[in-house]
């Protein structure tokens, strides 16, 4: 059974940083790609970042020059380090990871990001 879970996030004031995580398990194959979503309350889930498996990274233009992602693939983890937060990086954030050969998608319940003014 494969199983994607968050963790890391929490309640940081507005300029502040925060890196959030992702581990997976159960797994046949490697990760090909590593994306984070975000999904504010009320709003659509949107994405944020990519990390794909030759280590290449595509940022949403919200985030681009604060939000560096990143992954660890002997650990099967990915990471999400968000600096310079604002208010309105406020939301859940979700991991979502695809697998190699298989092409399967498998998503995390989320963390929670609050920033505060």
């Known amino acids: 059974q494969v199983r994607v879970v968050e963790s890391g996030g929490g309640l940081v004031q507005a300029g502040g940083s925060l890196k959030i995580s992702c581990v997976v398990s159960?797994?046949?194959?490697?990760?090909?790609?590593w994306d984070w979503y975000r999904q504010a309350p009320g709003k659509q889930r949107l994405w944020v970042a990519t990390?794909?498996?030759?280590?290449?990274?595509t940022y949403g233009e919200q985030v681009k020059g604060r939000f560096t992602v990143s992954r660890d693939n002997a650990k099967n983890m990915g990471y999400l380090e968000m600096n310079t937060l604002k208010t309105e990086d406020t939301a859940v954030y979700y991991c979502n990871v695809i697998e190699d050969h298989t092409g399967k998608n498998y998503w995390g319940k989320g963390t929670q990001v609050t920033v505060s003014s």
């Open positions: 159960g797994l046949t194959f490697s990760i090909r790609t």
């Open positions: 990390v794909r498996s030759g280590g290449t990274t």
